[in-house]
């Protein structure tokens, strides 16, 4: 089951206002993602962000088509919500308003992953 890093420049000295928007987060309205002809595409299995300085980094665990990560976050309110808040924190702005516009920055933001190591993946030993 992969992992996505998505990256946000914030501006410094911001840490504990960016903590305080993210305590009070608005879960999504399900882990299900929904391809456009409505059949399940993936889940959500869980997110984590991280800051340092003027790097925030959210970690998103999932399973299934990540195109439909994208697609389903740009949907759901708690997100639009929290992009609200962010907006004066951030380094950097960007339009997320519409589902294309935030599957664009989305896209533009993802880390490139270099190493993923899961028990899955770990050799069997004999």
């Known amino acids: 089951m992969p992992f996505a890093a998505i ?4 501006k410094l000295g911001y840490e504990d206002e960016i ?12 882990p299900v993602m929904r391809d456009e002809e409505g059949g399940q595409a993936g889940r959500l299995l869980g997110t984590a962000v991280f ?26 309110r708690g997100v639009h919500l929290i992009e609200e808040k ?9 339009d997320t308003s519409t589902p294309g516009a935030f599957g ?7 880390m490139r992953c270099v190493s993923q190591l899961s028990v899955d993946t ?4 004999r």
């Open 7 to 10: 990256t946000y420049r914030v």
């Open 19 to 30: 903590a305080e928007i993210f305590a009070g987060f608005q879960r999504v309205n399900t």
């Open 51 to 76: 800051i340092k300085d003027d790097v925030m980094v959210r970690v998103i665990h999932y399973e299934g088509d990540f195109r439909a990560v994208a697609a389903h976050m740009a949907g759901q």
């Open 86 to 94: 962010l907006a004066p924190y951030l380094a950097e702005q960007r």
């Open 104 to 110: 664009a920055y989305f896209r533009d933001a993802v």
């Open 122 to 125: 770990h050799p069997v030993e």
